[in-house]
């Protein structure tokens, strides 16, 4: 069987998704037996590659270039994973949804916008912070703030054989 093509992006969110992926251990020899990361904060690809078969994505989506990167990577990959309960239901980033936006950045940057803003080098916040199935179809919902690499483990295992994980009713579908 072919090695995995499998990538992770990080959104909205706290990196605690990624950290426990690394939590996996001697359980990432395994992984790269059978898996390729072609993309993730963890190596230094530029560019999100096609062909992918599962992608795991932390965060919610709360700028315009997660919106943008997420159409591309949707339209690219076999298998789109929310991965933790920001990408699952918005979580802690979704925390800003009741305030508008611009009351948000007054808050952090002070009366003035932040550098960068105007010329377009730093990516518009959107109105509200976005669970992923809000924005496109998800595959799988790998609930968990963050998941444990246990869980971690159990989900990508069957992946990685070519199988599709066994979740609980409950977590098949959010949204």
Known sequence: MPRL???????????????????LDERLLEFAERAELVFSP????????DDVDV??????????????????????A??????GDCAVTG????????IPREEVLQAVYG??????????????????ALPLHAVVPVDLFLPGCPPSADRIW????????GQTPALPASERKFG
Request: include cysteine.
């Open 111 to 128: 009366p003035e916008d932040p550098p960068g803003l105007e010329e377009g080098e730093v990516p518009k916040l959107l109105p509200q």
């Open 91 to 98: 979580n802690v980033p979704s925390l800003r949804n009741p």
């Open 42 to 49: 963890l190596v230094d690809p530029k560019e999100f590659p």
């Open 55 to 76: 992608v795991l994505i932390e965060g919610a989506v709360g700028n315009t270039e997660h919106l943008h990167t997420l159409l591309e990577i949707r339209k690219k």
């Open 154 to 161: 159990a989900f990508l295992r069957p992946l990685l054989h």
């Open 78 to 83: 076999k298998v789109l994973v929310a991965f």
């Open 5 to 23: 093509r499998v990538a992770t992006v990080w959104f909205s969110g706290c990196s605690g998704c990624h950290m426990s992926f690394l939590d």
